[in-house]
């Protein structure tokens, strides 16, 4: 069964514009992580943020978690067309594996 | 290099036909993870292993097979049972961390099978 759920299913911006995907959730859980991926290709992990943590920061990226809204949003600044590419969260629920959202498409153009 | 290889990218299968799929790790990695991803769709699990020798059923298994002979092989069997079986498969691994628990996972680049 898929946990994570993002919103939106696709998202179109602009060069330098910042990009912000959603992830919400049902059950309790150990961690939630974010990973991209490019067509065709693997699962890139992003960033991993823990259920007692509710912000983190990589590089051009920020993750929010609430726990008490189950819900986390992954925020890319200043985009660049080479992060176009599909985002996908994930939910360590504490059984030794992740539950895969559907995922958000992101177009960067130039 | 350290990493994650599948083999091989693109497969081509005759209905009826059971076909394996290949997964090596060299990062030492305990857990291994197979999942199937359909166009669109998010990553559903198929099979997954914690340690050698015992593996145990996703949330797709019907239709596949594993084995967990190495630590650092993870084979994928799609028999003819699995009635629809064209798809994108990925491999993951990732390893434990005492006090957190498992880490993030890391990807192979995937096969893509199609039954013709």
């Known amino acids: 069964s898929q946990q994570g759920e993002e919103d939106p299913q696709a998202l179109s911006i602009q060069e330098g514009e910042n990009a912000t995907m959603n992830c919400s959730y049902k059950?309790?859980?150990?961690?939630l992580q974010w990973y991209r991926q490019n067509s065709g290709r693997g699962l890139v992990h992003l960033i991993l943020?823990?259920?007692?943590?509710r912000e983190k920061h990589s590089g051009r990226l920020r993750v929010t978690l609430d726990t008490s809204k189950k819900s986390s949003s992954l925020l890319i600044t200043a985009s660049r067309a080479a992060d176009t590419a599909s985002y996908f969260c994930?939910?360590?629920?504490?059984?030794?594996?992740?539950?895969f959202g559907k995922g958000t498409m992101l177009l960067v153009s130039p | 290099d350290g990493g994650i290889t599948q083999s091989p990218k693109y497969l081509f299968r005759k209905e009826g036909q059971n076909v394996t799929l290949s997964c090596e790790q060299n990062?030492?990695?305990?857990?291994m993870y197979w999942y199937r991803q359909d166009p669109g769709q998010g990553l559903r699990l198929i099979y997954y292993?914690?340690?050698?020798?015992?593996?145990q059923k996703g949330d797709i298994a019907e239709g596949y097979s594993v084995s967990r002979e190495k630590k650092e092989s993870f084979p994928l069997t799609v028999t003819s049972a699995q009635k629809n079986p064209t798809a994108f498969y990925l491999c993951?691994?990732?390893?434990?961390?005492?006090?957190?628990?498992?880490?993030?996972?890391?990807f192979g680049p995937g096969t893509r099978l199609t039954v013709l």
């Open positions: 990062l030492n990695h305990d857990a």
């Open positions: 994930a939910t360590d629920a504490g059984y030794s594996t992740l539950t």
């Open positions: 059950t309790s859980i150990n961690n």
């Open positions: 292993s914690q340690i050698v020798n015992d593996f």
């Open positions: 943020i823990r259920s007692n943590e």
């Open positions: 993951a691994s990732t390893s434990w961390a005492s006090g957190t628990g498992y880490n993030e996972q890391f």
